[in-house]
């Protein structure tokens, strides 16, 4: 029985991984850009019987989150400093640790005319930081920002081999865990004046959510019935004549 327990507790840390990942995409379901993230489990019913004894450890089960690349629908805003990706690839942002992606365009000026993130990391260009003189540049497809009749910089947009390296960290950014890789030029177009939306659905994530809960609760009770069964059992083996 020791290994049905096992098992059960396997699928309860499994449900409970899901869970932690439906309520992060329900929690960012109208972050610009947001991607959704998918719980996948992948269980070899042989091996989890053979590895009992592990998955009553402290071992996770074979419990994987991915990201959902589809892209998100485009909304016009009209706002000069409102830019979203057409293809593939993300912005990249100067974090405080590092650099971060992120496709989430509502950028602004700061107070000493850098272009930033909404989370207020600074955008960069292929050449670093841009300047901006003014709040209304003219943003190409290519990422070319200009002010007037000058160039102050290019979008730098990249990504990563593997988006499932990517670690969310709120606001729309990422961590990436790997050297990021440029996109090839033309392969991604920048749309000034759109916001990509979250491709999250969020009627779907809600449904999810209760079906996980619903089976995290059947484990649950499965495992307080086989509780209650042990010490019945035990209480009635102890009985002397």
């Known amino acids: 029985m020791s290994e049905t327990i096992g098992l059960i507790e396997s699928s309860m840390r499994a449900d409970a991984d899901a869970l932690r990942a439906i309520g992060q995409n329900i929690a960012n379901s109208e972050v610009t850009a947001y991607r959704r993230q998918i719980p996948v489990s992948r269980v070899d019913f042989a091996n989890e019987i053979a590895n009992a004894e592990m998955a009553q450890s402290n071992e996770r089960s074979n419990q994987s989150v991915v990201t959902d690349s589809t892209p998100g629908t485009l909304k016009s805003t009209t706002e000069p400093l409102n830019v979203a990706l057409e ?17 989430r365009g509502d950028f602004h000026v700061s107070a000493d005319g850098t272009l930033v993130a909404a989370s207020g990391e600074q955008v960069m260009g292929t050449q670093g930081a841009i300047q901006l003189s003014s709040a209304t540049p003219q943003i190409d497809a290519d990422g070319t920002v200009r002010v007037g009749a000058d160039i102050v910089g290019q979008l730098r947009i990249a990504g990563v081999t593997d988006a499932n390296t990517l670690q969310y960290i709120g606001n729309g950014n ?14 991604t177009l920048v749309r000034q004046g759109f916001l990509e939306g979250s491709n999250v659905e969020p009627v779907g994530q809600m449904v999810q959510l209760m079906e996980t809960l619903r089976h995290f609760e059947g484990g649950q009770r499965f495992v307080h019935g086989y509780d209650q069964l042990m010490e019945k059992a035990i209480s009635e083996l102890g009985k002397t004549e």
Do not use: C, K, M
């Open 87 to 103: 293809g593939a690839g993300f912005f990249v942002l100067q974090g405080p640790q590092g650099e971060l992606l992120t496709r």
């Open 174 to 187: 990422y961590a990436a865990s790997s050297d990021l890789q440029d996109v090839d030029q033309g392969a």
